[in-house]
Structure formats: C-alpha cells, structure tokens
C-alpha cells in the first residue's frame, strides 16, 4: 500500500509539473495578488477553510471515534436511539449553534464589511480614475480607451483585442458588455471578476500596485471554445501608461476609419 501511494504522489507531481520549472505547490498556490484590496478576499477565502477543517476533523473524528467505540468487538449488545432525548436535543442544538455563529454567520458579517466599506465605495465623479469599456464576444476581449476628448466611441478611441494595458496607483473603473451570449471577465491577479450580459452594462472598480503581465480568462462557461477566451493585462507604472496611451492614442487619429461603423462598438460612459 505504501509503494502505491509513493508511486501515486510521484505521478501527481509529475503530471503538475511545468515546463517553467515551478514545483507542485507553486502550481497549485492561488496567483499573486497585485491588487490594493485583493487581500480581503485572500483573508475571507482562507477564513472559510480554516474553520471549514476544523468542524471537518470533528465531524471525522466522531464518525471514526464512535465507529470505534461502539464496534462489534467492545459493544455486544446494540442500542438503538432516536436521538429525541433531551440531553442528545441540547448537544446537537449546540453543535448546529457554534457552526452557525463561528462559520455562517461571521462568514456573512465579514463580506458585508468588506462589500458596504470598501468594494462598493465607487471612485467620485470627480477623482482622476483610469477608464475602460470591455466588450466580450465569442472567444475574445475587445477593450476600448477614450481618446484625448475624453469621449467614448469617437475617432480617437484606442481599441485592442485581448490585450488590457493598465497603471498602478490610479483607481481603475471597467464597464462590460456582451456581444453575443453570458461571459464573466475575470482578472484573477486582481480578486475580481464580473459578468458580461448582452444588453446590460455591468462594472467593477479596483486599484493595482505591482507592474507586470498578468492574465484575463473568461469564468463562466460560453461555448466550445470558452478555453480559448483569454487576454493580457499589462501594468505599467503610470509614467509608462501614459506614454504609451499618447503614442496609441496618436496611431489610432491616424488609422481609425470613421466610415467603418464596426470600429465603434462602444457606448456612452455611465457613472
């Protein structure tokens, strides 16, 4: 049995095993967050394991320990129980208390802390924030800029597809919209993710601090090729974000075709 279980977690790290070289925990360790408040979700999700494996040792150990106890060997005579008497009605109350207050209630008193303090506190009308429009199709991002008049859906708009370039420092606001079916946009760096839906413009806010490359995927199933749905997110400092706004910015006056129609798929900003 031993060889068999060494043999197995051989061909696991095996099959988890990179070509990069990361070892087994890296590969399974959640991505980096590079997010201002990327942490409140870490906390939370590992508030919920924690406690999550502390009740399921107990519950393991009583299964185990009463299946031990109670065995052939030690109890003769079987007793039978309804569990209707008082003192078993006062344990499991008890029991179904403390999983209540300690997991599902405090589970619930800590999101909406972090939801009603931070996470719903949209960037003023007036503050100085990054803005981008996101329209999802099958299988692809295509991501709009405003151009110097500050106007989406014009002829100076910067458009890319698949590729979401951002700076660090600044408060980042996204509007998204679905072409065809359901997508989720999904930056997993970043703790967040919010539903594309035809005809329904969602949005979501966040602040990044690391420069880098970093993934978009697409989280919710939306065809055949939904494996395929995956962009870039470039974060540059916010001195490289506007030199290379300025230098996009001036190849889009230059290239885009204002009697192309298809090239101005965005919409008008919504607050």
């Not at 393991?60 to 003192?87: D, M, P, Q, V, W």
């Not at 099958?138 to 991501?143: A, C, G, I, L, Y």
């Not at 709009?144 to 600044?170: C, H, I, M, S």
Request: net charge negative.
């Amino acid at each position: 049995m031993k060889v068999l279980f060494s043999f197995y977690l051989f061909l696991t790290a095996k099959l988890f095993a990179a070509e990069d070289g990361m070892s087994f925990i890296e590969r399974i360790s959640p991505p980096e967050d590079i997010s201002e408040n990327g942490h409140l979700i870490d906390w939370l999700f590992n508030y919920i394991t924690i406690m999550d494996a502390i009740f399921f040792f107990f519950v393991c150990l009583g299964i185990f320990g009463f299946s031990y106890l109670y065995s052939a060997k030690r109890s003769k005579r079987g007793e039978y129980t309804y569990g209707n008497r008082k003192g078993q009605i006062l344990v499991a109350t008890a029991i179904g208390a403390l999983v209540f207050f300690c997991i599902d209630l405090n589970i619930t008193r800590i999101a909406n802390n972090d939801y009603v303090g931070t996470f719903i506190n949209w960037p003023k009308a007036d503050e100085d924030v990054v803005k981008v429009q996101v329209l999802a199709q099958q299988w692809m991002w295509n991501v709009r800029y405003a151009g110097k008049d500050q106007t989406f859906n014009t002829e100076d708009d910067v458009v890319t597809t698949n590729d979401l370039r951002l700076p660090t420092g600044k408060k980042i606001v996204v509007q998204v919209l679905s072409k065809d079916v359901i997508h989720s946009f999904s930056l997993p760096n970043v703790r967040r993710k919010v539903d594309a839906i035809p005809g329904r413009i969602t949005r979501i806010w966040f602040q990044l601090k690391k420069t880098g490359n970093y993934e978009i995927v697409c989280a919710e199933m939306c065809g055949t090729a939904h494996y395929k749905m995956r962009g870039e997110m470039t974060v540059y400092s916010p001195q490289e974000y506007q030199a290379w706004l300025d230098e996009s910015q001036s190849i889009a006056v230059a290239e885009n075709d204002p009697e192309n129609a298809d090239q101005f798929w965005g919409w008008k900003w919504e607050n």
